[in-house]
């Protein structure tokens, strides 16, 4: 509201010097007109009617403009009026982003050691399923290895008893080759045919 009145006082203030500078420049020249030749009068008419002319023009185009000039300005005035509250509301919106960015970035290592302890969970839960499954391979290539050695000992015992039943029958055979008497051939040999004759 005091824009305004300053507005009008200054219109007024201007208005004023303008008729105030018309005057004093129509005096001067009245004045200088006169104190020439006698032939003068014709001039100061002349002179009288251009000034008149200028301060009808004048004051015609004060009146017919004041209205359109005052609402280009009002306009103007308004537009500064709305660029300025849309400049507000920007930097307002820029101190909010700001803010936000600076509450994030403040949360930030927060978030960074967040991640960091559910890497380091989950790194801890694969190394422990990678142990599991090797202790678990473990014991299987235990169980084979153990398989494989108590085939290889009962493969072994089974030839080394074959081996010995080998040995103690060849040793036999020898001892009997040795001790035995032709006579005691012919026995065993008569009583395996009686037997092989009883037995049908």
Known sequence: MKAFVRM???????????IVSVLFAFGLVWASSDAEHGDSSGKGKDLLLRVMNFGVLAGG????L?????KALESRRQG?????????TQKQDAERRLA?????????????????AEYIRQGEMVKA???????????KLQEQAK????????????????????????????????????????????????????AQ
Request: hydrophobic content about 45%; aromatic content about 6%; overall charge neutral.
């Open 129 to 139: 399923r990678i142990i599991e499954e090797a202790k678990a391979s473990a014991e």
């Open 147 to 198: 398989k494989s050695i108590e085939q290889e000992f009962v493969k072994a015992k089974k030839q080394l008893t074959a081996e010995m039943a080998d040995q103690a029958v060849a040793t036999a055979e020898k001892l009997i080759k040795k001790n035995i008497k032709h006579e005691d051939q012919i026995h065993i040999i008569d009583e395996y045919l009686t037997k092989v004759v009883v």
């Open 100 to 116: 936000e960015y600076r509450e994030k970035l403040s949360l930030l290592d927060q978030e960074v050691g967040k991640i960091m």
């Open 8 to 18: 009008g006082k200054a219109r007024y203030v201007v208005s004023l010097l303008v």
């Open 66 to 70: 004041r209205k359109p000039a005052a």
């Open 61 to 64: 185009l004060f009146y017919l």
């Open 80 to 88: 500064i009026r709305d660029q300025l509250d849309d400049l507000e």
